[in-house]
């Protein structure tokens, strides 16, 4: 009797186990961010991310990004420390070097096809945190009479983002390939108080592999 309850406590394990292996998928993916609001910056990147089925149209969806750094050039004023300085201000080039990450965790509605078919087109809605890590540099100038209100040092930018896209995905023959477009909106509210945005809006496109489990 005893080897009989263990062979259905294994069968059962085994069962629930298939059903749970059938419904996650692993995969990575590149990517291409784009900044708005006259940034100009554009970068590219690679990450992870995984699936979770809680039926065949509809997915928990999970991932983090890491992007290369772009640069951002400025201009930024120093002043002279004293009166008899001429000229009493000049402009000096502030190089930013930034790169992103980018954690998000949301889901996805097939509205053609599904999770296990052979080509599926959905929608995807997130919340996520981009983060950018700063580096700030000054060009030389003569310190002994200027100052900059602008420091050199390192800092870490950051807003919580409502990603928004949509995608299409193709099976193959270990897997799926995706391609999707997300637009990632600054979320400027937080516990119902209104936050700096420091980091403007953006848009990224992803193509990528997922691997059933």
């Not at 940034?39 to 809680?54: P, Q, R």
């Not at 969806?61 to 000229?87: C, H, I, K, V």
Request: aromatic share 14%.
């Amino acid at each position: 009797m005893n080897s009989l309850k263990l062979i259905a406590t294994a069968l059962f394990i085994t069962i629930l186990s298939s059903q749970a292996y059938s419904q996650l998928s692993l995969g990575g993916q590149v990517s291409y961010l784009n900044l708005f609001g006259g940034t100009g910056l554009k970068s590219f990147g690679v990450g992870v991310k995984g699936d979770y089925a809680i039926d065949d149209k509809t997915v928990l969806s999970g991932g983090l990004n890491f992007y290369l750094p772009s640069t951002l050039t400025e201009g930024a004023y120093a002043n002279a420390f004293s009166n008899q300085t001429s000229p009493s201000q000049i402009v000096i080039d502030t190089e930013n070097k930034i790169s992103f990450i980018h954690l998000y965790f949301g889901g996805k509605r097939y509205f053609v096809g599904d999770y296990e078919d052979d080509f599926g087109f959905y929608g995807l809605a997130e919340i996520g945190i981009l983060l950018a890590p700063t580096k700030t540099t000054l060009e030389e100038f003569d310190e002994s009479k200027y100052y900059s209100t602008v420091e050199e040092g390192r800092e870490t930018l950051s807003n919580f983002t409502i990603n928004f896209g949509a995608g299409v995905e193709k099976e193959i023959d270990f897997g799926y390939i995706f391609l999707d477009l997300k637009l990632n909106l600054p979320a400027n509210q937080a516990n119902g108080q209104t936050v700096a945005v420091e980091i403007p809006f953006s848009a990224s496109i992803n193509a990528g592999v997922r691997i059933p489990l």
